[in-house]
């Protein structure tokens, strides 16, 4: 089988790319960024799968600047809804099977209990609202073999994410500011990565017309921001001082959703995962920096 990655140089994108060099698959991956596949140019998008084709698309490719997402709202509808429904007609018309990646940002945080996948949507900010509205085009679209995976507080040893900044700004800073009223659960992207690796080896999936469908992951558990990165100081050893602070006392562009825990429970029951903690992948994730120089408690 031949398998299309977008968001190559995102961090799902090279989570999985690492999971495939370390261990032996029959199928064929093909990573690419928006250097060769421009996701913001529908017609680029058309040319490129004319010239390729593939028996599966894992689409890890996203506009995620939040708050820039604001006033950048052409830019982020394009990449977040109409690209994706330009890749959906297109799997569609050419039997290609389809694993969409979306947020929990699709929620508005005010219920108190996880969400589950049929819950209403209501997003509070552009990005949200977009990463929904490729979300109903998708599967307005493709009725069969489609699978659409809602994250939350993404991060990885790559690239630009809250580990990272929190592990930076400890270096630099003796007390720190985190807000302490938002909850929700981190996911560290490799864990991601194995759970849509696992699905693609499932026969459920790739061998049988398979109803579209939604499913929720993130690691397990729950924390506010703060809470997060207390733990991330933790685990570093670092003495920098984390302080808790509300919402309103650190303003944003994006509002941003109060609670928002997802249910994971359809994903284990159709395909027999077990789940990580958050504070053990996060603790296995800072351990494991390329450019690691943090002591980890044991």
């Known amino acids: 089988m031949l398998i299309l990655v977008t968001g190559a140089r995102g961090q799902l994108g090279r989570s999985i790319k690492n999971l495939v060099k370390k261990n032996k698959t029959s199928h064929n991956f093909i990573f690419i960024s928006r250097v060769q596949l ?12 004319d ?16 708050d820039k997402a604001e006033i950048d709202r052409k830019q982020a509808n394009l990449i977040n809804h109409l690209a994706v429904e330009k890749i959906s007609e297109i799997a569609k018309n050419n039997n290609i099977k ?12 005010n219920q108190n209990i996880p969400y589950r996948e049929n819950d209403a949507a209501f997003p509070l900010n552009i ?18 073999n489609a699978i659409i995976i809602r994250t939350s507080w993404l991060y990885s040893e790559y690239g630009n994410n809250f580990v990272e900044t929190i592990l ?3 270096q630099k800073n003796s007390n720190l500011n985190v807000v302490s009223d938002q909850f929700g659960t981190p996911t560290y992207a490799s864990d991601l990565a194995e759970v849509i690796l696992t699905i693609i080896k499932s026969d459920k999936f790739i061998s049988k017309d398979w109803s579209s469908g939604i499913y929720h992951y993130s690691n397990e558990g729950q ?8 733990e991330i100081v933790k685990i ?13 006392d650190y303003p944003t562009p994006a509002k941003r959703p109060k ?17 990580n903690f958050w504070q053990d992948s996060l603790k296995y994730c800072i351990k494991n920096l390329p450019t690691n120089s943090f002591l980890i408690n044991e």
């Open 127 to 144: 990005y949200g609202k977009s990463k929904l509205k490729g979300e109903n085009a998708l599967l307005s679209i493709m009725k069969f």
């Open 98 to 109: 389809l694993i969409h990646i979306s947020t929990d940002f699709v929620f508005d945080g």
């Open 236 to 248: 570093s050893r670092s003495s920098c001082n984390i302080k808790p602070i509300n919402t309103v």
């Open 259 to 275: 609670y928002v825990l997802m249910s994971k429970n359809k994903l284990t029951e159709d395909f027999g995962l077990k789940i």
């Open 168 to 170: 930076k700004l400890a």
């Open 51 to 66: 010239k390729n084709k593939f028996d599966l698309i894992i689409n890890c490719a996203a506009y995620t600047k939040v």
């Open 38 to 49: 421009d996701l913001s140019d529908l017609k680029k998008i058309k040319s490129y799968f």
């Open 223 to 230: 924390c506010s921001w703060y809470e997060f990165a207390k």
